[in-house]
């Protein structure tokens, strides 16, 4: 038993006011020149002082801080992360696509969609599985499915997750075209960046799985991203998921990298080729089955 004695003195937690309430506090002073100039805003509510190159650094932390927090708070302790096009539709609407094609190209384009719109159907798939992960002893959410929160191959995995009852995370970006999350993500786990460098960040300080379906640009700099990273030893290897082994042989020719002397053969190694839900889901398990 403790020999200190009992008291009825209470200590304060806290004795300065909370910023919400010096915010709000802030909004009802009186007007006066000095008041209304923007030097006399509080620094955390100027906008115009926020945005200014200067600032640069601070919106660094913050969009490094609070998608942390956010996933910390929702108990999510890692993820698989879903890589792909957002122009691969789901195969119901890459067949009319084909059908309002005019013209030798468009066709062949459109014929190369609907062969790759089964993958709309295996992220989906994947998502499912991933979903039904349990919880660890903590209480903790492992394999929480993670997109970047568009369209087609994104909208897949979401939308595997949100069918499986489960909730989902979308990390979105600010384009210069108009874009909306995908109707699947988890509102409380839909995120937007404007760095790309911080939100390629977050797609991996968690991810303890990553699947890249077929992609343009994008698919690339994220996926090549992370080869980089396991390759050079940064980050410990974690189960890489090729979905389409003729789509990617064809666009990127690897073995030739490794006889142009420029990767070695071992490097090949960091990823697995799969085609099937079922089969990409046993490669991460195997993975993990002796860790």
Known sequence: MSDIPKTDTHV?????????????????GISTPQTENPAY?????????????????VRFQLELLKPQLIMDE??????FVMYGSARIPEPAKAQVLLE???????????????????YYTVAYELAQLASAFPLDEDGKRHFVVCSGGGPSIMEAANRGAHDAGQESIGLNIVLPHEQ????????????QFHYFALRKMHFLLHARALAAFPGGFGTFDELFELLTLIQTGKIAPIPVLLYGRKFWERVVNFEALVEEGVVSAKDLGIFTFVETAAEGWAVVKDFYRDK
């Open 12 to 28: 304060p937690a806290r004795v300065f006011p909370r910023a919400r309430q010096d915010a709000e506090t802030a909004k009802t």
């Open 41 to 57: 805003r509080l620094a955390f509510q100027d906008m115009d002082f926020l945005l200014r190159e200067d600032l640069r650094p």
């Open 74 to 79: 929702a108990n999510i302790a890692s993820t």
């Open 100 to 118: 309002k094609a005019e013209g030798e190209t468009a066709i062949r384009i459109a014929q190369n969609l609907v062969e790759k719109s089964k």
């Open 180 to 191: 909306a999350p995908n109707p699947y993500v988890t509102p409380a786990l839909s995120m």
